[in-house]
T-cell receptor
Framework: GESVGLHLPTLSVQEGDNSIINCAYS??????FIWYKQESGKGPQFIID?????DKRQGQRVTVLLNKTVKHLSLQIAATQPGDSAVYFC??????????FGKGNQVVVIP | GAVVSQHPSWVICKSGTSVKIECRSL??????MFWYRQFPKQSLMLMAT?????????EQGVEKDKFLINHASLTLSTLTVTSAHPEDSSFYIC?????????????FGPGTRLTVT
């Protein structure tokens, strides 16, 4: 059922600053990782992915870093904009393409 | 880009009734679709993997007789919540895999908000 009073970790960032969102994953056998953005009442939106044989990948205004030694993933958003306000999830995937989602981080951009 | 739609976007039903949610891939064929549920301020939890032309694979703890999945075509998967109860109220989201070998991405639908009264 629903969890009353559950709060997501929240990152408040000034518009124009860079944001860093972190994620710890559990499965050392994961083949790839994906970052998703979810706005309230909507489905997740793909941001960027990275395969397990890479440690860095860049997209438009976003960079994903993968540290397999400590099972850590991060998403960097450059020049954060109000439209970046959302919940961000990391997800890890493997062979049969099932995805396991992390807990989510709320990003609030302050104008 | 690949688009996945869901219908309805929200539904209210009475306890004990059944509700069917549709997931469609609009501009690509999806041999595999996934169904998730999400409670407020929580993550997405995978319920089942829907394979076209075969039985769905359910995650541990998900009742297959409660959540009926049918994937009768390459563009449509349906989730039926049978004998719904208030604890089934949730946000149900489907996703579809992109073309194998071309992308890792799963394309997500906009979700369906189910409220059981």
């Amino acid at each position: 059922g629903e969890s009353v009073g559950l709060h997501l970790p929240t990152l408040s960032v000034q518009e124009g600053d860079n944001s860093i969102i972190n994620c710890a994953y559990s499965n050392s056998a994961s083949d790839y990782f994906i970052w998703y953005k979810q706005e309230s009442g909507k489905g997740p939106q793909f941001i960027i992915d990275i395969r397990s044989n890479m440690d860095k990948r860049q997209g438009q205004r976003v960079t994903v870093l993968l540290n397999k030694t400590v099972k850590h993933l991060s998403l960097q958003i450059a020049a954060t904009q109000p439209g970046d306000s959302a919940v961000y999830f990391c997800a890890e995937g493997w062979g049969n393409n099932r995805l396991a989602f992390g807990k989510g981080n709320q990003v609030v951009v302050i104008p | 880009g690949a688009v996945v739609s869901q219908h309805p976007s929200w539904v209210i039903c009475k306890s004990g009734t059944s509700v069917k949610i549709e997931c469609r891939s609009l501009d690509f064929q999806a041999t595999t679709m996934f169904w998730y549920r999400q409670f407020p301020k929580q993550s997405l939890m995978l319920m089942a993997t829907s394979n076209e032309g075969s039985k769905a694979t359910y995650e541990q703890g998900v009742e297959k007789d409660k959540f009926l999945i049918n994937h009768a075509s390459l563009t449509l998967s349906t989730l039926t919540v049978t004998s719904a109860h208030p604890e089934d109220s949730s946000f149900y989201i489907c996703s579809a895999r992109g073309p194998p070998g071309q992308t890792l991405e799963q394309y997500f639908g906009p979700g369906t908000r189910l409220t059981v009264t």
